[in-house]
């Protein structure tokens, strides 16, 4: 049994549909991406989901139940729009949203005590919200969404506003709690964080679902028709490659697209020609170019996977 189940849900605001006939299940124990640029309908799903917005159409159920006030109680939920009191104190803001999510106040000390410490934040305990940066409001939110340890996670753009760092210890919180049972939806637009940690996606495009199922599988159906190339060199060869897309190309690399059975040798013999080669390595594609070709006119997608 799904512990979330989307079917054939829509979602429009006036003359603008959000959402339109989306479905796809979330399974306990699983890091569930919901990814797409922005604009595309996540919000808006996730909301429904929450029980904040109401689908035109379609259903949602949790645990096999509809959405309710009632499953709201289930679900740690961490919303793109952060909601913290700035005049309140860290400390004081937890202990009141944790009492609210049902824990006793000597459960609530407990559990921010150790995620304030796991987060190395413990000198925060007195500091009104307001004093801190937008970082470091970030990870309160994240421990006020976590410290009643409930059994589903809902974030929305966890990872905005946050370094290099923060954004590794959080990675790691997150596949930590999917490893204890948990189950965790989150959006994105930042595609190499979903590759980093999701068992399975749901790719969204203007409202809609165009690619859904279990992230290795997808990877693996476009075969290794991609081309890692770092090299030193004039560049410009790259303008005279036919038959391939390049991306995220920079002074020193690309990420090369093959397209219509391109011979990877001949790019790599037109590369030697006019480049020293570092690395040359054929690769599954990448998230972003799997979305470039998903809801692009090439021709090479693979069949939806369900």
């Not at 976590?146 to 760092?165: T, V």
Request: charged letters at 30%; proline letters at 3%; a negative charge.
């Amino acid at each position: 049994m799904a512990i979330i189940d989307v079917e054939n849900v829509t979602k429009s605001f006036g003359n603008t549909t959000a959402v339109e006939n989306v479905s796809f299940e979330v399974h306990q124990g699983r890091i569930f991406g919901l990814l797409g640029p922005n604009g595309a309908g996540k919000t808006t799903c996730i909301r429904m989901i929450n029980h904040i917005l109401i689908p035109d159409s379609g259903s949602i159920k949790i645990n096999d139940r509809e959405v309710s006030p009632q499953t709201q109680k289930l679900i740690g939920y961490m919303p793109e729009e952060r909601g913290l009191y700035k005049k309140m104190k860290v400390g004081e803001q937890l202990l009141y949203l944790a009492q609210l999510k049902g824990l006793s106040r000597g459960q609530a000390r407990q559990a921010i005590k150790y995620w304030l410490e796991r987060f190395e934040a413990e000198d925060w305990y007195n500091k009104e919200v307001g004093e801190l940066s937008k970082g470091m409001s970030q990870k309160i939110q994240f421990i006020a969404t976590i410290a009643h340890d409930p059994d589903i996670y809902i974030f929305d753009e966890p990872f905005s506003g946050l370094d290099p760092i923060n954004s590794e210890m959080l990675k790691e919180i997150v596949i930590e709690l999917r490893d204890k049972g948990k189950t965790i939806l989150f959006s994105t637009h930042r595609m190499e964080q979903v590759e980093q940690m999701c068992d399975e996606i749901c790719m969204f495009n203007k409202g809609r679902a165009v690619l859904k199922g279990d992230l290795r599988e997808i990877k693996a159906s476009y075969g290794r028709n991609t081309v890692n190339l770092e090299f030193r060199g004039d560049p410009s060869f790259l303008d005279t490659l036919d038959d391939v897309r390049i991306n995220n190309r920079s002074t020193n690399f690309a990420e090369i697209r093959v397209l219509d059975g391109q011979d990877t040798r001949h790019i790599l013999e037109i590369a030697m020609e006019h480049a020293e080669i570092y690395k040359f390595e054929r690769v599954e594609p990448s998230l972003n170019e799997i979305f470039i070709s998903t809801v692009g006119e090439d021709n090479i997608n693979p069949q939806d996977l369900h």
